[in-house]
């Protein structure tokens, strides 16, 4: 059975930094690439960043600069660093494995200013 789970989301002021993390199972994780998803109230689901499965990695302009995506092959994990925070950067955020239909619950990320 695949597995996702997210977890290090919280409330956070504007400035700060959060670091999520997605456990997964189930998977051959390190033939998968990686993403990192979010989704604000009223808005679709769109794209933070990807980590393929040699580690390139790719980012949304919105988002450049402040985050970073990395993964553990040993213990098939994939990380979201999130640096200066902004109220905008407020969403649930999702992992999942690329091109695919296996998603994580989501963690909440809340950034108040």
């Known amino acids: 059975q695949v597995q996702l789970v997210e977890s290090g989301g919280g409330l956070v002021q504007a400035g700060g930094s959060l670091r999520l993390s997605c456990a997964t199972s189930?998977?051959?994780?390190?033939?998968?690439?990686m993403g990192w998803y979010r989704q604000a109230p009223g808005k679709q689901r769109e794209l933070v960043a990807s980590i393929s499965r040699f580690g390139s990695t790719n980012y949304a302009d919105s988002v450049k600069g402040r985050f970073t995506i990395t993964r553990d092959n040993t213990n098939k994990m994939v990380y979201l660093q999130m640096n200066s925070l902004k109220p905008e950067d407020t969403a649930v955020y999702y992992c999942?494995?690329?091109?695919?239909?296996?998603w994580g619950q989501g963690t909440q990320v809340t950034v108040s200013s």
């Open positions: 999942r494995f690329e091109k695919t239909n296996y």
């Open positions: 189930g998977i051959i994780f390190s033939a998968n690439a």
